[in-house]
């Protein structure tokens, strides 16, 4: 597709507002990367798994798609075998957790739904008469739900061993907790020696203030400066002003040695606990992998259905004859009220010029045109009257609006010209072609002999039949 046109019909802004649609930060994304397809086939099924998404939102509601993260990095790492942390750990659990929420949803609208009415649905937005079951009625949202696993195993040990808080549970093994019973032990006799110096009159005087504080991971107690040579006892850091300094006492240097030594223990066996679960992550790597693109796969599906929702929208049938007969169209961007346009080309005729005083809607007329065409081939329903038919088009070429380009030193004439030229020079019969107020900026008599001339190079291309031409003129 030409970069320029696409922008002129202003793609961009449709597919912002159906990425703010989706739950999650891989669904926005894979939104974004979305580029107008060609495959006439491959664009029906997109817009078929919109309106099934939207019949089942209707119905139930969304999948819920809340917990899921971007993990791809993260598993990236445990399969090369670097420990995950606890956050990351914590990340893949939710995302995982999320994974069994969707699968729930979608069997219980498997056990739930009522085939007749699912059936008097389909008739009405297919138009068919087949007996259907749920499976068959909803196959391409199911095709993408029932490929997401669940890892339960995985999640259970994850929770066993972490809690939302980012703290390695004592359940994690018995040799941590183990470790953490004498830590409280110990930490309890330091703090009760601590205590009894801190409440003893013989130090009262020494003291700044009757606390018990750590430095560097040991248990101190803050001296007065003028103190420090009396005090028996290591100095470990001092207060901003000076006056105060903190210092282990002596009698409580062994504890504090041996609460060290077990806390070392503690980080190992922590850090062999997340080893652990790390390569455990590894081992269902690929899965999870596969099972998170699905779900980005489903929330961008659901993000199309809910902006069709927004815009009051439906699939259009599709032909790669250059057909287009749009029904009622509305553009979507305009915010207040607009006035439906119907719009009929490429049957029996392939160019259409569209006349009028300013400010009657042509340029609107032919972005509509355009964008509904760009909007179907990104997957998108269209909101105009059912029944509306909308060609597949290799390329779209739009010269809409004031081109001048300071820039490039060209004049809005020079600017539409140097499109127009690029246009017939691209153009073939798989093209859209969409020109606003051609000639605009000349003499009215040369523009429309220029307009005429346009017309006569494209009707000399070879195989004409598809192409179709809109024209905007005063």
């Not at 007749?116 to 199911?142: M, N, P, Q, T």
């Not at 994850?158 to 941590?176: F, H, M, Q, R, T």
């Not at 009257?385 to 290799?394: N, T």
Request: net charge neutral.
């Amino acid at each position: 597709m030409d970069k320029h046109s696409v922008e002129v019909l202003e793609l961009k802004k449709i597919m912002n507002e159906v990425k703010n649609e989706a739950d999650t930060f891989l669904g926005q994304k894979l939104i974004s990367e979305i580029k107008p397809f060609k495959d006439l086939n491959y664009i029906k099924e997109r817009l078929k798994e919109v309106t099934q998404a939207k019949i089942i939102d209707k119905n139930y509601s969304k999948p819920p798609l809340g917990g899921i993260k971007d993990i791809r990095s993260h598993l990236k790492k445990a399969n090369k075998e670097i420990v995950l942390s606890i956050s990351e750990l914590i990340a893949v659990e939710t995302t995982i957790g999320a994974f069994k929420n969707i699968r729930k949803f979608f069997d219980e609208i498997k056990e739930d739904a009522d085939p007749r009415l699912i059936e008097r649905e389909y008739k009405l937005i297919f138009a068919v008469g087949e007996e259907i079951d749920v499976e068959r009625e909803y196959k391409l949202i199911f095709a993408v739900g029932e490929e997401i696993d669940v890892f339960d195993d995985l999640k259970k040990e994850i929770n066993k061993c972490i809690d939302y808080n980012g703290i390695v549970k004592d359940e994690a093994s018995p040799k941590l907790r183990s470790l953490r019973m004498k830590l409280d032990s110990i930490e309890n006799k330091v703090r009760d020696r601590l205590d009894s110096i801190t409440k003893s009159n013989k130090y009262q005087n020494m003291l700044q203030d009757s606390i018990v504080t750590r430095r560097e991971g040991r248990y101190v107690v803050p001296v007065k400066k003028e103190y420090r040579n009396s005090f028996s006892g290591i100095v470990h850091d001092q207060s901003s002003s000076g006056m105060t300094i903190f210092m282990e006492p002596m009698e409580v240097v062994k504890l504090n040695n041996e609460l060290r030594e077990i806390k070392e223990n503690e980080e190992r066996e922590i850090y062999r606990i997340l080893q652990r679960l790390s390569y455990l992550t590894a081992d269902f790597s690929e899965e999870i992998l596969s099972s998170l693109k699905m779900a980005t796969t489903l929330d961008q599906i659901f993000a199309r259905a809910r902006y069709s929702k927004t815009i009051n929208g439906s699939a259009p049938s599709l032909n790669n004859r250059g057909i287009i007969k749009i029904k009622e169209g509305r553009h979507p961007l305009l915010k207040e009220e607009p006035v439906p346009i119907s719009i009929k080309v490429g049957d029996g005729f392939q160019n259409l010029i569209i006349t009028g005083p300013n400010t009657g809607g042509k340029t609107v007329s032919l972005k509509t045109v355009g964008l509904f065409v760009l909007m179907v081939q990104n997957g998108l329903h269209i909101p105009a009257r059912e029944g509306s038919l909308i060609a597949v088009f290799d390329k779209i070429f739009a010269d809409i609006g004031d081109e001048q380009s300071i820039e490039q030193n060209l004049s809005t004439f020079s600017s539409h010209m140097n499109n127009i030229n690029n246009f017939l020079e691209s153009a073939d019969s798989k093209s859209l072609i969409l020109l606003d107020e051609l000639g605009v900026g000349t003499d009215p008599q040369e523009g429309a002999a220029l307009g005429i001339a346009i017309l006569e190079k494209l009707k000399s291309k070879k195989s004409i039949k598809e192409l179709c031409l809109f024209i905007s003129w005063s």
